[in-house]
Antibody, heavy 118, light 107 residues
């Protein structure tokens, strides 16, 4: 069974950098065709796709947030890290990581709520 | 690709049939269009992928159809657990995108 768990701060201040970690269980990040996404959802609003790290094809990013995002893999820890710079209150959201075989997200983590406030 | 879902909200009774629409701003290659269900306080759950294929464990009262730019999710008979928000999602072209969602609420 493939599971994912997000971890990171629940509160960050405006202008700070957010670092979130997604820990994957039940499958290796190095396996063929494995991708991990980050997706967020502001309270009461729709899902927004942020980024993907896919097997041996590198990274993809949201066009509107590309300059603020970085997604990296740590195969030794079976983890994927998302960093988002220059956080703003509008970035307050539940952040999810998701597993894909190919680009389709099959499994989701439980999500972690990040609040941006001074 | 911008995905537009309609309507925004549907108020229905258990047992009714419901049809949700998702329109893409350009062709979704290979019909790489998925539908997710999200209940309050939960992460989304994959229902349909490749426009019409059932994800594992999804009951057959859910069905997906469409191609190109117009896609539909149909629930043949609403069960109490089906009242939720439904999102379409294209995974054909980066950046990947989600629709704005349709809320199916109890009338």
């Amino acid at each position: 069974q493939i599971t994912l768990k997000e971890s990171g701060p629940t509160l960050v201040k405006p202008t700070q950098t957010l670092t979130l970690t997604c820990t994957l269980s039940g499958i290796s990040l190095s396996a063929s065709g494995v991708g991990v996404h980050w997706i967020r959802q502001p309270p009461g609003k729709a899902l927004e796709w942020l980024a993907l790290t896919y097997w041996n094809e590198g990274e993809r990013y949201s066009s509107s947030l590309e300059r603020r995002l970085a997604i990296t893999k740590d195969p030794a820890e079976n983890q994927v890290v998302l960093t988002m710079t220059n956080m703003d209150p509008v970035d307050t959201a539940t952040y999810y990581c998701g597993y894909s075989n190919g680009w389709l997200v099959h499994n989701w983590g439980q999500g972690t709520l990040v609040t941006v406030s001074s | 690709i911008v995905l537009t879902q309609s309507p925004g909200t549907l108020s229905l009774s258990p047992g009714e049939r419901v049809t949700l629409s998702c329109r893409a701003s350009q062709n979704v290659g290979n019909n790489y269009l998925a539908w997710y269900q999200q209940r309050p306080g939960q992460a989304p759950r994959l229902l349909i992928y490749d426009a019409s294929r059932w994800a594992t464990g999804i009951p057959d009262r859910f069905s997906g159809s469409g191609s190109g730019t117009d896609f539909t999710l149909t629930i043949s008979r609403l069960e109490p657990e089906d009242f939720a928000v439904y999102y379409c999602h294209q995974y054909a072209i980066s950046p990947l995108t989600f629709g704005g969602g349709t809320k199916v609420e109890i009338k």
